[in-house]
């Protein structure tokens, strides 16, 4: 017991470190360093896309996890004793207690990361990848015009106000519902 214990401190402190500089670089830094940083020693990232893919990965899972730790810390310390006095077992209140309230909870979070997923897939162009932001400056090279921005922002609204604003409404729904406000 004593060995799982430890396993799981240094399994924490890892996950800490990893989330703490994850959320603290930019995707775009993750993204170079991906691509020109590290594509020397492993050939995957010199895909642009490749590196792309990873890097928002990698900074989303950071910001994701933080929107359901705070999530499932909503769910009230008298539950987990309810459920305890009921004869219920750890991985018992983790799936029946915790974890549905706590995505009820994550719902308008988890919108907002979506949105803004969305919207950091345009720093992708840096790297060449032909994506929204990168066909937009080659209609604006073309026209010379700054209509192609202006049709790009509107897109990038298009597609991530309705996101957004369905798992605000739908978590508040839920919230309602389940009497969890």
Same mark, same amino acid.
């Given at each position: 017991?004593?060995?799982?214990?430890?396993?799981?401190?240094?399994?924490?402190?890892?996950?800490? &470190? @990893?989330?703490?500089?994850?959320?603290?670089?930019?995707?775009?830094?993750?993204?170079?360093?991906?691509?020109?940083? +590290?594509?020397?020693?492993? =050939?995957?990232?010199?895909?642009?896309?490749?590196?792309?893919?990873?890097?928002?990965?990698?900074?989303?899972?950071?910001?994701?996890?933080?929107?359901?730790?705070?999530?499932?810390?909503?769910?009230?310390?008298?539950?987990?004793?309810?459920?305890?006095?009921?004869?219920?077992?750890?991985?018992?209140?983790?799936?029946?207690?915790?974890?549905?309230?706590?995505?009820?909870?994550?719902?308008?979070?988890?919108?907002?990361?979506?949105?803004?997923?969305?919207?950091?897939?345009?720093?992708?162009? &840096?790297?060449?990848?032909?994506?929204?932001?990168?066909?937009?400056?080659?209609?604006?090279?073309?026209?010379?015009?700054? @209509?192609?921005?202006?049709?790009?922002?509107?897109?990038? &609204?298009?597609?991530?106000? =309705?996101?957004?604003?369905? +798992?605000?409404?739908?978590?508040?729904?839920?919230?309602?519902? @389940?009497?969890?406000?």
């Amino acid at each position: 017991m004593a060995i799982t214990k430890q396993l799981s401190r240094k399994a924490s402190t890892i996950l800490e &470190v @990893y989330d703490n500089i994850m959320r603290g670089i930019p995707v775009l830094v993750i993204m170079l360093f991906l691509h020109f940083g +590290l594509a020397a020693f492993i =050939p995957i990232f010199r895909d642009p896309f490749i590196s792309t893919i990873i890097a928002l990965g990698l900074r989303s899972c950071a910001f994701q996890s933080q929107i359901f730790r705070g999530a499932m810390n909503s769910v009230s310390r008298d539950q987990m004793l309810a459920a305890v006095s009921l004869g219920m077992t750890k991985m018992q209140i983790f799936r029946h207690i915790i974890i549905p309230q706590a995505f009820i909870v994550a719902l308008p979070g988890l919108g907002s990361e979506i949105a803004l997923l969305i919207k950091d897939s345009s720093y992708s162009f &840096v790297l060449g990848v032909l994506d929204l932001a990168k066909y937009a400056d080659i209609l604006r090279a073309a026209q010379k015009s700054f @209509y192609p921005y202006l049709l790009a922002a509107a897109i990038y &609204v298009a597609i991530t106000l =309705p996101i957004a604003s369905y +798992l605000d409404r739908l978590g508040s729904a839920l919230k309602t519902k @389940y009497g969890l406000r």
